[in-house]
């Protein structure tokens, strides 16, 4: 039977006993993105990732989502090394914020995953003791010893990692993809994999995003001809929009720009950044006088140019969404084209078939991976994941990156594998795995939640506070501010009601108005005096007026105050 950690959280785990390694999942584990897993073994602490999620639209107001730290809050001194897998967002988007709390923890990882995250530092002004590693490469970190290796993904320079110690030993994968013809000829390292092996793997935290997907998921090289021919065959301008770190897909651009004759302009604070590092680092190659200034694109003839810019996503503020909405120095009309070529993540549709709307209505012929093959997944199907398990043949197997079905899936592949299903587990964040002598055990589970970044503010916002607004945004709000006199009883003001996004105008009120004013006499004559149960009748009326009358349950704010009070 698989494993799983959904039993109530428990006030205490065991005491962690010498040469025992606990395993903590920070985030990542149940859901796609923000990864951080902990690893702490004879007093010493490992990290692999500290990325960011994305907010929904049941969100409003956060720009970012974090892994929960707060286990390990008052243990950063012993934390030994982070190690980064590679430059998404999804893998270094926290460092920042983690480094915030100790800027001297040392980070591990391929020159462009470096390049990227210090970059990110510099924004909030972090010099971050880095140490560059490559595939092959073999570095000690207290108690762990790393070998890391070279695994294929829709970034250059990813890496995975092959982890031993006196606990056991474990691999993992990070993002893991299988392309057998990758633009840059770095294939995923399956003979270090065999060696691993060989060696006796105990566990394998593997990669599950694309695990429900039968075969295999293509070759990036695949993508060049749809793309070439979205530029070749259009007459006006193309603006192709893309993950501001998917170096590979903007070769792509690159490459079809100076084949069709046209220049390409860079768009959008983090497209710029990156694409720059890139360019610095030779991970993305074009040929002189192809790039020019955004600005100077504009002035260019329109059958001569090429954006590359952020916003596949339907962001509200991103560059793309800005152009559908007009908002923009980036103009699109009859003969201009707009190419999507990245995912659609889970969540976005709305706000990205509306972009597509507002871009078509325009005029602008609108490809996507629904109507061209603009985009494969940077994520291995389950025929990969499959390959990696059978050239590991792991011992015990622990699905990560991923919702539960995705886990849930990893985990049948692993058993299709070999693996015993008793040997599989699966776990969302906050689930403790012991590791002692090779083998994992599950031992409780910590409470692990959402941190939130809201403007300048870390952790803050509390799940009330985005019910709170999304009342605001859904259903409206209403204010009642009532003047009573407490020595007569007697109302003196108001009701006055005020309400934003809930109905036209307050005349809408008007029927209202003598119901809780009816209601306010009533408390008032049985000798209520407390301004806090008089505010409570009055948003019983008006509360059980919106839901029956209007279909509403927009939040009420009553205000009574005492006369005396209000002079």
């Not at 149960?533 to 509360?543: E, F, H, M, T």
Request: hydrophobic share 40%; with cysteine; net charge negative.
């Amino acid at each position: 039977m698989t494993q799983t950690t959904t039993e109530s959280i428990p006030v205490q785990l065991p005491t962690l006993a010498r040469d025992t390694m606990r395993i903590i999942p920070h985030g990542g584990l149940g859901e796609v993105g923000r990864n951080m897993t902990s690893f702490e073994l004879n007093g010493k602490i490992f990290i692999i990732d500290v990325g960011v999620l994305f907010p929904e639209s049941t969100q409003p107001g956060v720009d970012l989502i974090l892994p929960d730290i707060e286990i390990i809050l008052d243990r950063l001194d012993d934390v030994v090394g982070i190690f980064l897998t590679h430059g998404h967002e999804d893998h270094i988007g926290g460092v920042p914020y983690l480094l915030k709390r100790k800027p001297d923890i040392p980070l591990i990882g391929s020159p462009l995953t470096l390049a990227l995250v210090e970059a990110k530092l510099k924004e909030h002004r972090i010099t971050p003791y880095t140490l560059t590693v490559h595939e092959g490469d073999v570095e000690e970190f207290g108690p762990f010893k790393c070998e890391f290796w070279a695994v294929n993904h829709s970034i250059p320079d990813s890496l995975g990692v092959h982890v031993t110690s006196k606990a056991g030993s474990f691999i993992h994968t990070a993002d893991l993809k299988m392309d057998p013809t990758p633009l840059d000829g770095r294939l995923t390292d399956l003979r270090a994999l065999g060696r691993f092996g060989e060696q006796g793997v105990d566990l394998f935290l593997c990669d599950s995003t694309n695990a429900e997907v039968p075969g295999h998921s293509g070759s990036e090289a695949s993508v060049g001809p749809a793309i070439h021919e979205a530029v070749r065959t259009s007459t006006g301008r193309v603006i192709v929009s893309s993950f501001a770190s998917h170096v590979h897909r903007v070769q792509h651009v690159i490459n079809a720009a100076a084949e069709n004759r046209r220049k390409i302009a860079f768009v959008g604070r983090s497209m710029v950044r990156n694409m720059g590092i890139a360019l610095d680092l030779d991970y993305l190659r074009a040929p002189d006088g192809v790039i020019v200034d955004y600005k100077k694109a504009l002035g260019m003839p329109r059958d001569k140019v090429v954006f590359v810019c952020t916003g596949s996503q339907g962001e509200t503020l991103a560059v793309l969404n800005r152009i559908a909405q007009g908002d923009h120095a980036i103009e699109v009309g009859e003969g201009d084209r707009v190419v999507l070529a990245s995912s659609l993540v889970p969540g976005n549709e709305v706000p990205v078939s509306n972009m597509i709307n507002n871009l078509m209505k325009v005029g602008a012929d609108v490809v996507h991976k629904g109507n061209a093959k603009v985009h494969v997944s940077g994520h291995g199907f389950a025929d990969e994941l499959l390959a990696a398990y059978n050239v590991i043949k792991p011992n015990y197997a622990m699905p990560v990156h991923g919702e539960w079905r995705h886990l849930t899936a990893n985990a049948k592949i692993a058993v299709k594998s070999g693996v015993r299903p008793d040997h599989t587990i699966i776990t969302e964040n906050g689930g403790v795995i012991d590791l002692k002598n090779g083998v994992p055990t599950k031992v409780g589970e910590v409470p692990v939640g959402f941190v939130y970044v809201d403007g300048k503010t870390v952790g803050t916002v509390t799940e009330d506070d985005l019910k709170d607004r999304l009342t605001l945004s859904s259903e409206g709000f209403i204010s009642i501010y009532t003047v009573v006199d407490p020595k007569t009883g007697k109302i003196i003001a108001g009701p006055e009601f005020h309400a934003r996004a809930f109905a036209p105008d307050d005349r809408v009120f008007e029927p209202l108005v003598p119901q809780v004013r009816k209601a306010l006499e009533d408390a008032l004559d049985d000798g209520v005096r407390d301004t806090y149960r008089l505010s409570q009748a009055v948003r019983r009326v008006v509360g059980r007026w919106a839901g029956t009358k209007q279909r509403r349950r927009p939040m009420i704010v009553p205000v009574v105050t005492f006369a005396n009070s209000a002079e």
